[in-house]
């Protein structure tokens, strides 16, 4: 893959990269909002595109936020979980797509092979509560129903369903599921260790 991500601290004074700066959820006003991550694409070690990430302030001052930040790539397209969105770069016109999932992102996940390190066409995320497919043009293809309330986690991908537990009475109350990929509808599916 020529094209790598990866995060840098957000506190580190990052000098003149020679590449392009895009601003990420810049909407809100700059008093109601703050960076929250910075992402960096090289093609081959050489610097392309920084993504400066913002998240917005609450109208009671918090951070809309969780500890929970992924990057997932290929040669078109970066992906990055942040705060309560999905960012979606095109590479080549440089121009980033925000997904809003009124939900913490908790994962990224590749489809089929959910354990693959690299951006497929598809891709599962995670939140505290639901589950999304997403697709890289297209964008959210569907959402589940809640799978939990405080996190999300994909085991498994086999035959179009997805096998997952989700915590429902933190901290570890995890209950098994298993969504359709075709449509993310639950199944009633015996799920094995």
Known sequence: MKYKSRFLNVEQNVSDLGCAVIEVNGI?????????????????DAPVVLLNIYVEVD?????????????LSNDDYVVVLCGQH???LDIASQSVESLYLNDYVG????????????????FLVTTYRFV???NVAQGILWKSEECG???VLIHGISDNIIFGSGDWDPPGGWEDFGLSLINGKPCNVAISD
């Open 107 to 122: 994962h990224i996940y590749a489809v089929p092979d959910y354990t693959e390190d690299t951006l497929s066409e598809n």
């Open 149 to 151: 309330i405080d996190g």
């Open 132 to 134: 999304f497919l997403i």
């Open 59 to 71: 109208a009671d001052g918090f951070i809309t936020t969780s500890c929970f930040k992924e990057i």
């Open 28 to 44: 809100a006003p700059p008093h109601r909002r703050v960076q929250d991550a910075q992402v960096l694409v090289c093609e081959h």
């Open 86 to 88: 999905v960012h979606i």
